[in-house]
């Protein structure tokens, strides 16, 4: 992987966390307007479409750039679409952009087999 590829997997690394996290205020946000006069999901959810947009776009390219197969591709969506699936993304990307890094440092410096 070259260091575009880490920087596109970067990139979706840096926006699966707070996704993550708006899902789960928003889900939050849902049923406290359902159970209290308390409604943020208007605020929420507007967060939330940026992050998935975002989200989206990112792992479009990142799927472009690093040459994923379909599966790995729709692990990656399906995580984007499950509550919590954005931190176990996060812990994923963050091994394939080591590995880009590391790979893409030994390649610079001439290390045979990188």
Same mark, same amino acid.
Request: aromatic share 16%; glycine share 0%.
């Given at each position: 992987m070259d260091i575009k590829t880490a920087s596109a997997l970067r990139r979706l690394r840096l926006v699966s966390g707070p996704e993550a996290i708006s899902f789960l205020l928003l889900l939050v946000a849902s049923v406290l307007k359902r159970t209290t006069e308390f409604n943020a999901v208007p605020a929420l959810g507007w967060i939330h479409a940026v992050l998935f947009i975002l989200y989206v776009l990112f792992w479009a390219? +990142?799927?472009n750039r690093a040459k994923w197969t379909l599966k790995t591709a729709a692990f990656y969506f399906l995580m984007s679409v499950l509550p919590t699936g954005g931190f176990f993304a996060d812990r994923r990307l963050k091994a394939e952009v080591e590995d880009a890094v590391i790979a893409s440092r030994a390649? +610079?410096?001439g290390v045979v087999g990188a």
């Open positions: 390219d +990142a799927w390649r +610079a410096e």
